[in-house]
């Protein structure tokens, strides 16, 4: 059977022109467009077994099983041998005989559709023989003169590969072919830096920019805004090939040639050949996201320092213009040692290091206000001007952890441990440090959380080490302005002690600024039938009734200023309407 009874394009020219034809393109994607029925791919299947597809017709029995668990998407390019008969076994084409295998994009209309719902459901090396109705076909009309009107048609197809091709603004805008897999999971995000190689070419295949290296970050985008939309979908060391339409190129504009540039013509179509080599990780880190984290060299593991660790650093800092104003850990000198979150350092340094891992070498910009701030600080080797923005390059060479509860073994230790971050927390609280100071009381509740191996007289000090770690830290909480916090640790303790009067006390005080007036009474009055001549309960107590006044007077403020709207709207009303007389105040009393 002649190869062009079908148009069936030879290797290469399958983008051109409709493969196996008599469907148009709409009708063709139909069914892809709304997506993937359940029944679209059928349970596993054993060799020599038939099932249908869908519920069109379509018929698939497994001749070979393929490889691993993943199949074609649509838009891929597949890549297939396959041979075609009628029922009766007419042989009408055959890419085997022609010894050349089948390319075309699955879900693109660019075959029948029976092929297009069918080979989705192949894995790689499979091998399937498809029975296609002629809905799926040719239909009434066939493909004469081989191809008889409403034939049902058989295939052997065996799926050879396919590479992903992903439309990866979901607009058709974009298509990604991946020619070389990338590394492990990760893609760039916007404020990183990407390393990148590419050659942008026309579709006659004219060179309009290349570069065998350049550095960008995501968000500033480079050369047209299809690298920057691509590379965030791209892991270390991919290699694709981008079908870039105008909206992503350069647009009904176009661009001028420009020295080695060449021109982009308007309305282009641009192939981009385009490499991920390295990226640059840039995150924002600090409770206000103001400090500028830069990755120049992966660390080790996914370990990282907590608050408490002690970490050894090598680190130059500079001023903005370049100037160093300290060095340590250079030049034979022993690594830099501090602890974090002690304030040995300056905050910016502190946050940037407890996210780093060991060997990580990073580049942090640190604004004055978690720097040196607004005073002349002098340095080692400079001084460092008011309000200075620093940078620091830095390399964590080692560390350890603080110890957390689960790295303690004996009850002992954990008792102990808590008892010592108590006291570091109770320093904290007394120089004014209340952040600081809350997480090193919650930590010392965690060591002795669990307790149910504890002796009975471990448990009373765990109990004990627990109900004041709770209340330093909802007082901490208290000026912190964290009152439904505060609220919530004075709960736990009277959970451990209902009579604790501290508790209830603290617990009052998050109430009265959560304006929860009645439940602060409750813990007040309960407060003093515990403990009658409490001088901070009865302050507390004052301050209460001052505020149960004050949101009363407020009340009948309101209330009276409503009602006062409302007599003068009505007032108003009646004057519109002639003859219609005041109501009498008992008529509103009856009718309530």
């Not at 303690?408 to 971050?421: G, Q, Y």
């Amino acid at each position: 059977m002649a190869d062009d009874a079908f148009d069936l394009p030879t290797a290469g020219e399958e983008e051109e022109e409709e493969v196996m034809g008599g469907l148009d393109e709409d009708e063709a994607m139909k069914d892809l467009d709304g997506g993937e029925d359940e029944d679209d791919f059928p349970p596993t299947m054993k060799v020599g077994e038939e099932k249908e597809i869908g519920k069109q017709g379509l018929k698939k029995r497994l001749v070979k099983e393929g490889e691993g668990w993943d199949r074609p998407e649509t838009g891929d390019e597949v890549e297939v041998h396959y041979t075609g008969t009628l029922l009766d076994g007419t042989k009408f084409d055959s890419s085997r005989d022609r010894g050349t295998p089948f390319k075309f994009k699955l879900g693109q209309g660019q075959v029948i559709k029976g092929w297009d719902l069918g080979i989705k459901t192949m894995k790689k090396g499979e091998n399937a023989v498809f029975t296609i109705p002629p809905e799926l076909a040719y239909g009434e009309t066939g493909s004469p003169p081989t191809i008889p009107p409403n034939a049902t048609l058989q295939f052997d197809v065996e799926l050879l590969s396919w590479a992903s091709v992903k439309d990866i603004c979901k607009d058709g805008g974009i298509f990604k072919k991946i020619l070389v897999e990338g590394e492990k999971w990760e893609n760039p995000k916007d404020l990183d830096e990407v390393y990148v190689k590419y050659e942008a070419r026309l579709e006659d295949g004219t060179v309009v920019s290349k570069s065998d290296g350049v550095e960008f970050a995501v968000k500033d985008g480079f050369f047209c805004p299809a690298l920057s939309k691509a590379v965030k979908t791209m892991k270390k060391g991919e290699k694709v090939l981008l079908t870039v339409k105008p909206q992503y190129g350069f647009g009904e504009q176009g661009r001028p040639a420009s020295g080695v540039e060449g021109a982009v013509p308007p309305n282009a179509t641009l192939h981009v050949d385009l490499e991920l080599v390295s990226w640059k990780t840039v995150t924002l880190i600090g409770d206000d996201k103001r400090i500028l984290k830069k990755a120049l060299k992966e660390g080790e593991g996914y370990e990282r320092p907590n608050d408490g660790a002690v970490v050894r650093v090598r680190l130059i800092g500079k001023l903005e213009d370049g100037t160093v104003f300290v060095k340590k850990g250079h030049d034979a000198e022993e690594a830099f040692e501090f602890r974090t979150d002690e304030e040995q350092v300056i905050e910016g340094l502190d946050r940037t290091v407890v996210t780093m891992k060991k060997g990580e070498v990073a580049l942090a910009r640190i604004p004055p206000e978690h720097a040196f701030g607004p005073a002349e600080t002098k340095q080692d080797l400079a001084v460092v001007p008011p309000n200075s923005t620093v940078i620091y390059e830095v390399e964590l060479v080692s560390f350890e952890k603080d110890k957390e509860s689960w790295d303690l073994k004996s009850n002992v230790e954990k008792i102990e441990a808590a008892a010592k971050k108590k006291e570091e927390g109770n320093v904290w609280f007394k120089m004014g440090k209340y952040a600081k100071a809350s997480k090193r009381y919650e930590k010392a509740a965690k060591y002795v959380e669990y307790d149910s191996s504890f002796s009975e007289e471990e448990k009373k000090q765990s109990k004990a080490l627990k109900i004041s770690c709770k209340l330093n830290n909802a007082a901490c909480k208290l000026k912190l302005k964290e009152y439904k916090e505060a609220e919530k640790l004075c709960t736990k303790v009277l959970e451990l002690e209902s009579t604790n009067v501290k508790a209830l006390y603290r617990r009052a005080q998050a109430y009265i600024e959560l304006v929860d007036l009645e439940l602060a009474e409750l813990d007040v009055k309960k407060a003093l039938e515990i403990d009658p001549d409490n001088r901070d309960v009865k302050l507390v107590y004052k301050t209460l009734k001052e505020k149960m006044k004050e949101y009363n007077r407020r009340d009948a403020k309101f209330y009276g200023n409503m009602f006062a709207k409302w007599r003068k709207l009505e007032h108003m009303e009646n004057k519109k309407v002639p003859g219609k007389q005041e109501p009498q105040p008992m008529a509103i009393d009856s009718a309530a």
